[in-house]
């Protein structure tokens, strides 16, 4: 309870001039006795002094001082478990009390306001920003940040990862942003900057070494639970997520990171700089510009090296992805060089495949000459191509093909038949028909085709049949015949022989006559 500083005066002027007693004082005042022992502990007066009676934690005291002089943090029930099977009988409501009376006070460490010179020092850090939908695949989505200790200029950029490669990039794209270099860099002990350390013998990732050779600046590591040496980068990493993140719309990573752009150059940029609050950062920073470091010629390498190997089909898995390679390479040790946009595999010194990076999974990139080169090669290389083909186009396929496959249908005509109505359709559109068909447990191909002539005379369109033709220049040849419920209205000639019905006496055409026998 909060009482006025009239109040407090006049307890500990009863208690030191009158002499008053601690139950007389609170009796006067209308306070209860423990509100006056608060006030006069505050003040100086020992709490033995203090008692207004005798207390059955007092024979405790001495052991409960002793414990919590151990372990300050022990808490007030363990406390009283320990202090039960010594003999004590009270209750645990009044005994946290009792502890709190005697608990060492933290003492709170107080800090120095840190200096730096201009192009002196950049302090450096990752931010989780939750997680991204690419394709299939859930991406932790990260930001890499970049603060100038002085001026205060913030470099933001978005990665869907957290890899030693991404780090690298961040720092290229920052120096590069920042058109120079500081002279060292903080950092916080993530495995990207320090494998491992004891007491001040740090072990730095060799990686971040070769970096910072690359661009003379010194890696500095800060003490192991002290954020507040790195308070800059941390407090950037809050005033992004509230000023630049916060209700956020964007397409894609590449859309986030152009809108950090422009923030960093104009929100971020124009905020007042806390070392000359009468400039903003962006005037700060101009000066500061001149005392970095200068850009070497060429920019470190950031690219993603991991070595991989093909198995019997021709693809290289790479980041929960299968990239194609040429199909000579099969069962061979490749090199896997990736950038943020592309995969490139290597043997030896020779690239063999370029591909376009993707972050989703599950998924099979390749390069049409790859598989067309493996046709040439493989005589039944069309027919699991068909396959492969189709269940990408329509999932639905697999079930499809296992229950022909139970049945003992030619798998390959079916495939080949479905093949051609691929061609002829959509691949949305085979895909609902072939689930249709298994609903109805129409499994063949006829009943497919059926669905899709239904659906396309409802939309008033030509049934989609399509000719396959070999080669050539009539390979993309599509063939769609012409409605024929104009025939219904046709009616057979009586006249015609073949409209009347045979003769019972006339011989069978299987069933020789006798005069043939």
Not at 66 to 86: A, D, G, N, V
Not at 109 to 132: C, M, S
Not at 329 to 347: G, K, M, P, Q
């Amino acid at each position: 309870m909060t009482i006025s500083k009239a109040e407090e005066a006049e307890m500990l002027r009863l208690y030191h001039a009158e002499k008053w007693k601690v139950g007389t004082i609170g009796t006067h005042l209308g306070r209860h006795h423990t509100t006056v022992v608060r006030v006069l502990t505050q003040a100086g007066v020992g709490h033995s002094v203090l008692c207004v009676r005798p207390s059955l934690s007092d024979p405790y005291i001495p052991f409960i001082r002793e414990k919590l002089t151990q372990y300050p943090k022990l808490c007030s029930s363990r406390l009283h478990q320990m202090i039960k099977e010594r003999g004590y009988t009270g209750g645990p409501d009044h005994f946290r009390v009792i502890v709190a009376r005697h608990r060492p006070r933290p003492v709170h460490e107080a800090y120095l306001r840190l200096r730096t010179l201009p192009g002196e020092q950049a302090q450096v850090d990752w931010g989780h920003f939750g997680k991204l939908e690419v394709g299939n695949a859930m991406r932790c989505l990260y930001a890499f940040v970049m603060v100038l200790s002085y001026s205060r200029q913030v470099f933001l950029r978005f990665y869907l990862s957290a890899a030693m490669a991404c780090f690298l990039r961040g720092h290229v794209e920052a120096f590069e942003f920042f058109g120079g270099i500081p002279r060292v860099l903080l950092y916080d002990n993530l495995k990207s900057a320090v494998l491992e350390r004891r007491g001040d013998a740090i072990h730095f990732n060799p990686t971040l070494l070769e970096l910072s050779g690359h661009y003379r600046y010194e890696p500095r590591p800060v003490a192991v639970a002290r954020g507040n040496e790195k308070g800059r980068v941390e407090k950037a990493i809050r005033y992004i997520r509230d000023s630049f993140f916060a209700a956020r719309k964007f397409r894609d990573v590449d859309d986030l990171n152009h809108q950090a752009t422009e923030w960093m150059t104009e929100v971020s940029a124009e905020r007042r700089c806390p070392e000359e609050r009468n400039r903003t950062v962006a005037e700060v920073f101009d000066d500061e510009r001149g005392k970095l470091l200068p850009l070497p010629d060429d920019p470190f390498d950031t690219h993603e090296r991991v070595q991989a190997a093909v198995g019997k089909t021709p693809y290289v898995r790479f980041d929960l992805n299968d990239y194609s390679v040429p199909s000579e390479h099969a069962r061979s040790s490749v090199t896997v060089l990736a950038s943020l946009e592309t995969v490139r595999i290597t043997d030896g010194k020779d690239v063999i495949a370029t591909h376009k990076r993707t972050w989703d999974r599950g998924q099979q990139i390749e390069d049409p000459r790859h598989i067309a080169e493996l046709w040439e090669r493989k005589a039944k290389a069309r027919e699991h191509r068909g396959y492969d083909r189709l269940w990408h186009a329509a999932p639905s396929s697999r079930q499809f093909f296992e229950i022909l496959a139970e049945r003992g249908n030619n798998l390959g005509s079916a495939t080949s038949r479905l093949l051609t109505l691929l061609d002829a359709t959509t691949a949305e559109e085979l895909e609902s028909a072939i689930s249709e068909a298994i609903a109805k447990n129409a499994v063949h191909v006829g009943a497919v085709r059926q669905i899709l002539d239904r659906r396309y005379q409802e939309r008033g369109k030509p049934p989609p049949l399509a000719l396959r033709v070999g080669g050539g220049k009539y390979q993309h040849l599509v063939v769609r015949p012409h409605s024929l419920s104009s025939y219904d209205d046709l009616n057979p000639s009586s006249e015609d022989p073949s409209s009347e019905d045979p003769s019972p006496e006339d011989p069978s055409p299987e069933e020789p006559s006798d005069d043939h026998t």
